[in-house]
């Protein structure tokens, strides 16, 4: 089964900006890397194919893209549900998809197979932390058509909420927190 990790980097960063921030909130230094570049060397560990979908004008992503040799779609997106939809259209080659959120540079390379793993054997994976949802989800290609239809800013969650849903409970809040401030709080 082909499995790869679409990494969703095409956000406007407005909370990010609002709260003081400058540009765009994937670019902003985590010790050594930026968050994007952080979350994106753990995908490459996991050696799971990668796609980022990103923003035109992200050249701190594009870079990225370009220097680890990761493939990469560009759109101005106006919400998550659009940027599933172009990413998924753009490899519908694959078997299955790990959504995967750029904002979150804590998760490892270990979550990665892991959810892969389970969505050999079942069509939705999500991890949970304390009852919570986190990320990020696998879905199978039996969901292509309505993650190509994919609108709005809700992301996956039309298809999450009508379909069994494998919860696999994870004892690591990072998936459930995302950067969306320059203190670097995590929500």
């Not at 892969?116 to 054997?121: G, M």
């Not at 932390?129 to 969901?143: R, T």
């Not at 239809?149 to 969650?157: F, I, Q, R, S, Y």
């Given at each position: 089964?082909?499995?790869?990790?679409?990494?969703?980097?095409?956000?406007?960063?407005?909370r990010?900006?609002?709260?003081?921030g400058?540009?765009?909130?994937l670019?902003?230094?985590?010790?050594?890397?930026?968050v994007?570049?952080k979350t994106l060397?753990?995908?490459?560990?996991?050696?799971?194919?990668?796609h980022?979908?990103?923003?035109?004008e992200?050249?701190?992503v594009i870079?990225?893209?370009?220097?680890?040799n990761?493939p990469?779609s560009?759109?101005n997106?106006?919400g998550?549900?659009?940027?599933i939809?172009f990413?998924?259209?753009?490899t519908s080659n694959?078997?299955?998809?790990?959504?995967?959120?750029?904002?979150?540079?804590?998760?490892n390379?270990?979550?990665?197979i892991?959810v892969?793993?389970?969505?050999?054997?079942h069509?939705l994976?999500?991890?949970v932390?304390?009852?919570?949802?986190?990320?990020?989800?696998?879905?199978?290609?039996?969901?292509y058509?309505?993650?190509i239809?994919?609108?709005?800013?809700?992301?996956?969650?039309s298809?999450l909420r009508?379909n069994?849903?494998?919860?696999?409970?994870?004892?690591?809040?990072?998936?459930?927190k995302d950067?969306?401030?320059?203190?670097?709080?995590?929500?």
């Open positions: 089964m082909n499995i790869g990790i679409l990494i969703l980097a095409a956000g406007k960063s407005e990010f900006q609002n709260a003081g400058k540009g765009s909130k670019n902003f230094m985590l010790e050594k890397n930026t994007f570049e060397l753990n995908s490459i560990d996991s050696e799971l194919p990668v980022v979908v990103t923003r035109p992200n050249e701190g870079n990225n893209c370009l220097q680890f990761i990469y560009l759109i997106s106006n998550l549900g659009e940027s939809a990413g998924v259209k753009n694959l078997d299955g998809w790990i959504i995967h959120l750029a904002d979150m540079p804590y998760i390379s270990h979550l990665f892991r892969a793993n389970k969505l050999k054997h069509t994976v999500r991890p932390y304390n009852g919570l949802p986190g990320h990020p989800v696998g879905i199978s290609a039996k969901y058509t309505e993650l239809n994919l609108v709005g800013d809700d992301g996956a969650k298809i009508r069994l849903v494998y919860q696999l409970n994870i004892n690591d809040e990072n998936v459930v950067i969306d401030y320059p203190s670097v709080d995590n929500d």
